[in-house]
C-alpha cells in the first residue's frame, strides 16, 4: 500500500486560498488519489477523488502531476467551517476491493 | 434518503465484555466496511465486507468479527474487551468494493471501555 504524507496541521484566514499538498512515491499504477474531511465526533467525508491531471468539483481541485507522486487539494475562498482534518489517501487497485489507509491528516485552522 | 447509520450512538463496556455495533449503509449500497479511530489518530481499517463474505481485513485481532446480512446492513463484534479498545468506530458504504468507489461514513459509535 503506498503511503501518504502530509503536514500535520495548517492555518489560514477566511476567504483566502489553501493548498494541501501531499506525498505518495510509492503509488502504484491503479492505485486512485482520494481526499476526506472530517470534522469532530462525526465520520469522514469524501471531498474529490482523481487519477492523474486535475479534477475539480464545486467544493475543491486536485492537482496530479505527472508522476502522480505527489498531489493538491486546493480549497478556494475558505470559511470557519472549512476548520476541519483532511485526509490524503492512495486506494490499493491491485486487489479490487477497496482498502481505505488514513494517516493522521492534516488539521487546517481557519481564522476570522 | 438516509445516509449511513449506526446504532447505538453512544455504549459504555466492562473489560472482557463482548459488543456489537450495527450499520446500515445507504441506500443501494452493496459493499460496507468498518473502521476503529482513536482519539487524535486516523481511522484504521478493520475489515469490509462485499457479499455477505469478508472481503478484506486490516491488522485486527481474531476478537474483532463482523456479518454482512442480504439486505447489506453489516454488524462488527469485538469479543473480550479491551481498555485500548475505546474508541470511534465508524462505517462506511460504497457501491461496489473497488478503489474508485466514493466511501461514504456513518456518524459512529462511541465505545468507551472501563
Known amino acids: 500500500l503506498a503511503k501518504t504524507t502530509q503536514p500535520i496541521s495548517m492555518d489560514s484566514y477566511e476567504g483566502q486560498e489553501v493548498n494541501i499538498t501531499c506525498s505518495h512515491n510509492?503509488?502504484?499504477?491503479?492505485?486512485?488519489i482520494t481526499w476526506y474531511q472530517q470534522f469532530p465526533s462525526q465520520g469522514p467525508r469524501f471531498i474529490i477523488q482523481?487519477?492523474?491531471t486535475k479534477v475539480t468539483n464545486e467544493v475543491a481541485s486536485l492537482f496530479i502531476p505527472a508522476d502522480r507522486k505527489s498531489s493538491t487539494l486546493s480549497l478556494p475562498r475558505v470559511s470557519l467551517s472549512d476548520t476541519a482534518v483532511y485526509y490524503c489517501?492512495?486506494?490499493?487497485?491491485?486487489?479490487?476491493?477497496?482498502?481505505?489507509?488514513f494517516g493522521t491528516g492534516t488539521r487546517l485552522l481557519v481564522s476570522p | 434518503d438516509a445516509g449511513v447509520t449506526q446504532s447505538p450512538t453512544h455504549l459504555i463496556k466492562t473489560r472482557g465484555q463482548q459488543v456489537t455495533l450495527r450499520c446500515s449503509p445507504k441506500?443501494?449500497?452493496?459493499?460496507v466496511s468498518w473502521y476503529q479511530q482513536a482519539l487524535g489518530q486516523g481511522p484504521q481499517f478493520i475489515f469490509q465486507?462485499?457479499?455477505?463474505?469478508?472481503?478484506q481485513r486490516g491488522n485486527f485481532p481474531d476478537r474483532f468479527s463482523g456479518h454482512q446480512f442480504p439486505n447489506y446492513s453489516s454488524e462488527l463484534n469485538v469479543n473480550a474487551l479491551l481498555l485500548g479498545d475505546s474508541a470511534l468506530y465508524l462505517c462506511?458504504?460504497?457501491?461496489?468494493?473497488?478503489?474508485?468507489?466514493?466511501?461514504?461514513f456513518g456518524p459512529g459509535t462511541r465505545l468507551t471501555v472501563t
Open positions: 462506511a458504504s460504497s457501491l461496489g468494493a473497488g478503489p474508485s468507489y466514493e466511501q461514504y
Open positions: 510509492n503509488i502504484a499504477t491503479n492505485d486512485y
Open positions: 482523481g487519477y492523474k
Open positions: 489517501l492512495v486506494g490499493d487497485g491491485n486487489t479490487g476491493f477497496q482498502k481505505l489507509v
Open positions: 441506500s443501494g449500497h452493496d459493499t
Open positions: 465486507y462485499y457479499e455477505e463474505e469478508e472481503r
